[in-house]
């Protein structure tokens, strides 16, 4: 599969702007243990509030006005309550599970969006492709249980880490179903611009007026966790930017391949902002939901 997948593009040439998109990725990738790192100091709510809050100001500070004007109505409502879903569920899967392994399993249900892109983006009609969909979403599938499996693969198992705190995997699917409408649904409608800083800004003030509204840990200041949150803000502004200049200006199809890989490089890199060691099962997972997602490109790329 791999030989038929770099012939699909054997002189594509890596230039600076493919390269600068290929950051955005990586970037992305640090998200779950900047997450959950995040989460342990100020709790999964207030955390959250508060990364919301970096990164809308920050998003806000580089996009400058012409991020609040021009949008269609259609636009900030549908795409804005997408968008929205997608960041609180994926921040509140995160911060919910009960250990740092298991936040990194629901990462992973999460990074099923790419094959589900695909996917649902065939099933409206936006894409066309064959019978190599099925296995590929199917394989994806199979890794997401497989790293959600614990120390050997077996239903029972993995069954009982879903029973044990089922919320986390529940609003991790609800994300990686999200992010696919969001993408399809809003392409059209954003006109070619983006509303990132207000709908940023928005998931902070509903994640803090649920804050405020119920029972949750106090706000501490501290210095190790508000740095993260800044380096969290920035980094997102800056993905958002590099994934932007990537699509205008180098090659797409370099750059979607490169995505399918974000559950390797995230279960990497969370490993290192965590300081754990994933077992085996966790990097066999990681290759499957990659594999699938590749597949899922494979079947729609003609």
Not at 135 to 156: I, K
Not at 175 to 194: D, E, M, N, V
Not at 273 to 281: A, S
Request: net charge positive; hydrophobic share 50%.
């Amino acid at each position: 599969m791999l030989g038929v997948l770099v012939a699909g593009f054997p002189r594509a040439r890596i230039e600076p702007p493919t390269l600068i998109g290929i950051s955005a990725v990586l970037m992305w990738s640090a998200t779950i243990g900047l997450y959950r790192n995040i989460s342990e100091i100020f709790g999964a709510v207030g955390g959250s509030a508060l990364i919301f809050t970096v990164s809308g100001i920050v998003a806000t500070l580089h996009g400058g006005r012409a991020a609040f004007r021009g949008h269609s109505r259609l636009y900030l409502l549908v795409g804005g309550s997408m968008f929205v879903t997608y960041e609180i569920c994926l921040a509140l899967a995160v911060g919910l599970a009960q250990d740092r392994a298991q936040s990194v399993e629901v990462g992973m249900v999460n990074y099923l969006w790419p094959c589900f892109t695909i996917a649902l983006a065939v099933a409206f009609g936006q894409a066309r492709g064959h019978f190599m969909l099925v296995p590929g979403v199917m394989l994806s599938l199979a890794g997401v249980l497989l790293a959600s499996s614990g120390t050997g693969f077996s239903v029972h198992s993995m069954l009982g880490n879903f029973a044990s705190n089922p919320l986390p995997y529940l609003l991790a699917l609800i994300a990686a179903i999200t992010w696919p409408l969001y993408t399809i649904f809003t392409r059209s409608l954003s006109r070619g611009r983006s509303a990132v800083p207000p709908f940023l800004l928005l998931t902070a003030a509903l994640l803090w007026i649920y804050y405020f509204s119920s029972n949750q840990p106090p706000l501490h200041f501290d210095l190790r966790g508000l740095s993260m949150a800044l380096l969290f803000g920035v980094l997102t502004t800056l993905a958002y930017s590099a994934w932007t200049h990537g699509v205008t200006h180098g090659n797409l199809t370099l750059l979607a391949t490169a995505s399918y890989f974000t559950p390797l490089l995230s279960v990497m890199l969370s490993s290192i902002l965590l300081d754990m060691v994933p077992g085996m099962n966790f990097w066999s997972g990681a290759l499957l939901v990659t594999g699938g997602s590749l597949v899922c490109w494979y079947a729609s790329r003609q």
